[in-house]
């Protein structure tokens, strides 16, 4: 990859219990590289190991995820490939065509994809994706529609508002698309 700055972050997740994350994070022109750890308590104690890859658009290429509980040692291969198809640990996704991004759930890390290809952070705009989420400690994956929406500039960047189901969070992103403070999720120590 060339030309590509570093970010470290880590988050307060509060949404899981009163867990942390932290991601090292390299973002360029050639995409997104991403290695994360995050520790839950909800519904027990847990931990998160993932790696994260987009191409160029941003658009997912691979997203691999091991959990750990009182269950065991539970892994996930999530693809998409050049065509749009994804899979699971090598089964093809059914309800997920023309979907180019994963949302790990209660990872801030990922609403940075969408919202930087379409600059959300930059300006206006409102932009409704269909989502490859995983449900996290259970690493099951469905379709999810989701909308963000440009809400204004800040001294740090632009609050942007997620919207799923019932569901509505003010995010506030940085300069970089990365998430500042999700409200009811996460906040960036």
Known sequence: MTDMATHVRTWHVSAS?????TAWIALGA?????????MGLTPGPYWVTYALETGEDLAT??????????????ELDLRRDEVGRWTADGRELPGLAGALDC??????????MPVR?????????????????VAVPAL???????????????????????????FRADVGF????????????ARAL
Do not use: I, K
């Not at 050639?30 to 995050?38: K, Q, V």
């Not at 997203?63 to 040692?73: F, I, K, N, Q, T």
């Open 103 to 112: 949302d790990l759930g209660l990872c801030p890390l990922t609403n940075t």
């Open 140 to 166: 099951t994956v469905e379709p999810s529609r989701q909308t963000y929406t440009h809400l204004g500039r800040t001294p740090h960047g632009a609050r942007v508002r997620y919207a799923s189901g019932d």
């Open 61 to 74: 290429r691979r997203l691999r995820v091991s959990v750990e509980d009182a269950d065991g040692a539970r």
């Open 17 to 21: 219990g009163g867990g942390h994350e």
């Open 174 to 185: 940085d300069e970089d698309g990365l998430v500042l403070d999700y409200p009811g999720l």
């Open 30 to 38: 050639d995409g997104l590289r991403a290695h994360g750890r995050a």
């Open 117 to 133: 290809r379409h600059g959300l952070h930059l300006g206006p705009g409102e932009r409704t994706f269909l989502m490859a989420w």
